[in-house]
């Protein structure tokens, strides 16, 4: 049984989660099967990507005190600009590729067409221009 706190209708809401041997399938990383559980699986999502990120800056700081040649140590210490580079390089792919494969729906074109054209009419007939 899950309880969620609803902060903005101030009320508790009890909702059975599928679960794993006793875990609810959220705390595992699984599928939203509920839609109330959402709230666990994000905080899950932060807590995993903070702790990563907390990993990664440990070995990193552990590789800088290690006893290093110079070009080691300096490729070492840049190795989290190449990395926010590279992050950044397929932050852009990704956005791009996105766009690029966005359909296109021409029936909704249409009606986008016709409320522009039914709003134009509205405000005239209200001497609006």
């Not at 907390?54 to 290093?68: C, E, H, K, N, P």
Request: proline share 5%; net charge negative; glycine share 6%.
């Amino acid at each position: 049984m899950c309880v969620h706190y609803n902060i903005t209708r101030l009320s508790v809401l009890e909702v059975d989660c599928p679960q794993f041997l006793g875990v609810p399938l959220e705390f595992l990383g699984g599928p939203d099967a509920c839609g109330p559980c959402t709230e666990h699986s994000l905080m899950l999502r932060i807590y995993r990507f903070a702790g990563g990120l907390l990993g990664l800056i440990a070995v990193w700081i552990a590789a800088l005190r290690s006893d290093l040649q110079p070009d080691q140590y300096l490729a070492v210490l840049l190795a989290p600009v190449f990395l926010l580079a590279l992050f950044g390089l397929y932050s852009v792919t990704s956005l791009v590729y996105g766009v690029i494969t966005f359909r296109t729906v021409p029936e909704e074109a249409t009606a986008l067409r016709q409320d522009i054209a039914d709003a134009r009419k509205d405000l005239q007939a209200h001497n609006i221009s």
